[in-house]
């Protein structure tokens, strides 16, 4: 009994390998698609097909957002757009800090651009493709030999007709459909007209397509902040890469009007955020160890943030943030004031993009090709592409109450190069502070007995020190 166990056994384990087996030659049946499916498999495993930008499309996801037009849980409307923009300057360049912060500017206009082009887009498209055939049998037609005839002999082209049309058309493809060898004979004089003439004879058939488009856009656009910024690169890339979130919706473009016109107190008693200083992701040597790993991850964060934000301070007012950097191109004192002073410039700036900023945006392409098959059935292909696209923005305004939150200097992560970098905040309260010391500075001083004047004198040696006093809150 139990040896006919032990074969019944034998025998299902032979069916099985058995099938198996067969199993395995079916799903090899094309080992070609397997080998292919096989290379696009670790291509998807890699990243390798991540697109530019990835890390905002991945934020905008883990968000439950999409590009364009989303809703929020009350029903109100806002509008997302990605942006991007590569970071010319090669990660070895003395320049690349700089040209980072360039990109991420490119960048944010990117996002602008797609709320604009949703707005209002005129695009115009012009699609042409032609198909000509030419044989010859019997007697050479007159016309072959135009080239040979004096120009007084020749018909214009509007006297052709359609088949010496076609002869023309034939012509002006033949720079880009010879061979190269050919080509060649034609600049140096070595073909005769007589040999070109064969070369174009030997054309039977050509088939081309030319598809152009232009498309323009322009608008004002009037509170889109960002929410996210990101920069990346991998091993072996060529260049680095920059993508930025933005957002808008009605009540940001209201807040930035209440900015603009004064009106304050529509930016006040809202929801009480956090102090400005926790938005920021490093700050002195402090980070959210609950958002971060470590304090690397933490400044690599603070390292690729760029732009206008606007968030709610503790106070519940909202507020703005800006990041800007700049290199230091050497060690000396004087370079290092003056990359701040442009760091803080930019910052600045973008404050006042944040409030209205005019695009325009004008997008073309071409894109042709053209196959031509000769007397003998070979058949050569030629194709060529154009693009090209030029955006322009502008944005002016007068920026008061704003102040530099948070000053940092260190190197950056990449390349190791010293890099100066500003937040700039500015909030409802400080401004209307402003507002009374400009009234205050704006009065005439009362006249005054005393008087007292100094000459400067040089310093003998050099010091250095600091405390401070008269900033208890009573003292203000």
Request: glycine letters at 6%.
């Amino acid at each position: 009994m139990s040896n006919l166990i032990r074969n019944y056994f034998a025998i299902l384990a032979m069916f099985a390998i058995t099938f198996s087996y067969s199993i395995v030659v079916l799903s090899d049946d094309n080992p070609e698609e397997n080998n292919r499916e096989a290379a696009w498999q670790a291509e998807e495993d890699s990243g390798a097909n991540d697109v530019i930008g990835q890390q905002c499309n991945d934020y905008i996801g883990d968000k439950g957002w999409q590009k364009g037009l989303n809703y929020k849980s009350n029903g109100s409307e806002f509008f997302v757009a990605v942006g991007i923009s590569e970071i010319k300057a090669p990660t070895d360049s003395r320049n690349y800090i700089t040209s980072t912060m360039n990109a991420s500017i490119n960048s944010q206009l990117d996002s602008k651009r797609a709320l604009v082009e949703s707005m209002s887009t005129e695009i115009s498209s012009e699609i042409v493709t032609k198909m000509v055939q030419q044989m010859s049998d019997g007697t050479k037609p007159d016309f072959i030999g135009t080239s040979e005839k004096p120009a007084t002999e020749i018909k214009d082209y509007e006297n052709m007709s359609i088949f010496e049309k076609t002869k023309v058309v034939v012509n002006q493809q033949l720079d880009k459909l010879v061979d190269q060898e050919t080509k060649d004979k034609i600049k140096s004089d070595s073909i005769s007209s007589k040999q070109l003439e064969d070369e174009l004879n030997n054309i039977l058939n050509q088939s081309s397509f030319k598809d152009k488009i232009t498309a323009n856009a322009s608008g004002s656009v009037r509170g889109m902040k960002s929410v996210y910024s990101a920069y990346a690169v991998g091993k072996g890339d060529k260049q680095t890469t920059v993508c930025n979130v933005g957002l808008w919706s009605s009540k940001l473009a209201a807040d930035v009007d209440a900015m603009t016109t004064g009106d304050y107190s529509k930016l006040q008693n809202l929801k009480p955020g956090k102090p400005l200083r926790e938005y920021i992701p490093y700050v002195n040597k402090k980070f959210n160890k609950s958002k971060y790993d470590s304090a690397f991850k933490a400044f690599e964060s603070l390292q690729g943030t760029f732009g206008a934000f606007m968030v709610r301070n503790e106070k519940g007012e909202m507020s703005v943030l800006s990041y800007a950097q700049e290199k230091i191109p050497t060690s000396s004192a004087a370079s290092e004031i003056n990359a701040f002073n442009n760091a803080t410039l930019r910052a600045r700036r973008a404050v006042i993009q944040l409030r209205d900023e005019n695009i325009d945006t004008v997008q073309s392409m071409q894109e042709q090709e053209v196959t031509t098959e000769d007397n003998e059935g070979m058949i050569d292909y030629w194709s060529e592409s154009n693009s090209e696209r030029r955006l322009a923005a502008s944005a002016s305004g007068t920026l008061k109450g704003d102040y530099e939150l948070y000053r940092w200097k260190n190197k950056h992560t990449l390349n190791g190069q010293p890099l100066a970098g500003v937040v700039i905040a500015w909030t409802p309260s400080n401004a209307q502070t402003i507002d009374q010391v400009s009234d205050i500075m704006s009065q005439s001083p009362e006249p005054s007995s005393s008087s007292y004047s100094s000459d400067y004198t040089e310093s003998a040696s050099d010091s250095e020190g600091g405390s401070s006093a008269g900033d208890d809150e009573d003292d203000f």
